[in-house]
């Protein structure tokens, strides 16, 4: 009797010391799953390729310094074992605890890169901005930029989506593909132009589209859009050529031959978006314009004038004019203007000279 319940009182001592041991782990494990962890200096970037299982994940979290120990994330997903984990890239830039990194992976947070595409900004300036990501190429945008089939059904002469890539801030990943962006870009552009379209009505963006990314090109004054708009609506009732420089750049930019100004030979060039030599719009739009300037084109100001050229006082602001002797007039004091400054400029002292730009 005395060595059963000797017995008895030993498995009874070792059932508890067992229970003390899990308890005590327990907590350990909890403490650790719930203890800030920081193993690396700078902030890091894991990427989760698709497929990725948990422990590539946690041994890929523990080599980065991100957790302290991949065991604390096989036993998060073990205590959440229909959590869905998400591919991707994440960045991570601070301390953190071991179960909020793995909620971050069920949410989804992944690092996102920053796309700014300016108003009047063309596919080409978007092409340029995309190649300093390094794992997206402009020439795969540019070869998806020009098929317009995302647009067919608003605009179904558009030679490319140029003008419907819409003016905004993108986010994007790695995985993002031109395809994706370009989609994203003008379903935006869709949203804006139904907002814009009058009550009841469905206007055809062919032309309308075209026509405000001159206007875009032209002024970066808001109150002048309407204005420009005018003018080139009034020149092309009259069967006048619109003379438009910036459509003179940009067919240079499509024959790959801009050299930063504009040439003579630029002007004599027979590329179907030079307006100094073909009448009419060009086939279309020239650069991507933000609201401004397509509520400029859907509405252009009521006027008679037929000409603008830069004001000679650095503000960016435009004469208007209606005849060709006042135009010519407003030329010259451009051109008095613009050499009045270089004399200024030429005869301030060399360090506290400034450069002046002018919209061309």
């Known amino acids: 009797m005395r060595s059963r319940s000797a017995a008895r009182r030993i498995r009874f001592r070792l059932l508890v010391a067992l229970v003390l041991l899990v308890a005590m782990g327990a907590g350990v494990a909890y403490l650790s799953l719930n203890s800030s962890y920081q193993g690396f200096s700078e902030a890091v970037i894991v990427d989760f390729p698709k497929g990725t299982n948990t422990r590539a994940m946690a041994e890929d ?34 301390a953190d ?24 900004s063309n596919i080409f300036d978007i092409a340029a901005n995309i190649d300093q990501f390094g794992f997206m190429k402009g020439s795969d945008f540019l070869r998806a930029a020009r098929d317009p089939s995302l647009i067919r059904d608003l605009a179904p002469k558009a030679p490319t989506l140029e003008g419907y890539l819409f ?11 031109v395809e994706q ?46 204005l420009v708009a005018s003018v080139y609506e009034n020149r092309l009732r009259g069967g006048m050529a619109l003379d438009c420089d910036p459509t003179t750049i940009y067919a240079s930019l499509l024959d790959q031959r801009y050299r930063g100004t504009i040439y003579r030979s630029d002007l004599n060039s027979a590329n179907s978006y030079n307006t100094y030599q073909h009448a009419g ?80």
């Open 281 to 360: 719009l060009p086939p279309g739009p020239i650069a991507n314009p933000g609201v401004a300037s397509l509520k400029a084109a859907l509405a252009p100001a009521d006027t008679d004038f037929l000409y603008f050229v830069a004001k000679p006082d650095g503000s960016g602001s435009h004469q208007f004019s209606r005849t060709i002797t006042e135009h010519n007039r407003a030329v010259l004091r451009y051109r008095k203007g613009i050499k009045q400054q270089a004399k200024a400029e030429t005869a301030r002292p060399a360090h506290t000279a400034g450069r002046h730009h002018r919209k061309t």
């Open 97 to 120: 605890t071991a179960r909020n990194v793995f909620d971050r992976i069920v949410r989804g947070d992944v690092f996102f890169y920053e796309l700014t595409v300016p108003e009047g």
């Open 181 to 226: 962006l370009c989609r994203m870009m003008t379903d935006l552009f869709r949203k804006h132009w139904r907002e814009l379209q009058p009550a009841g009505h469905t206007v055809a963006a062919n032309d309308l589209v075209t026509l405000a990314s001159l206007v875009e090109k032209e002024t970066a004054i808001p109150q002048e859009r309407p």
């Open 167 to 177: 003016p905004s801030t993108y986010r994007v990943t790695r995985s993002t593909t």
């Open 61 to 94: 979290l523990e080599r980065s310094g991100v957790i302290r120990y991949a065991w604390q994330f096989l036993l998060v997903r073990a205590l959440h074992p229909g959590s869905r984990l998400q591919a991707g890239e994440y960045q991570f830039a601070r």
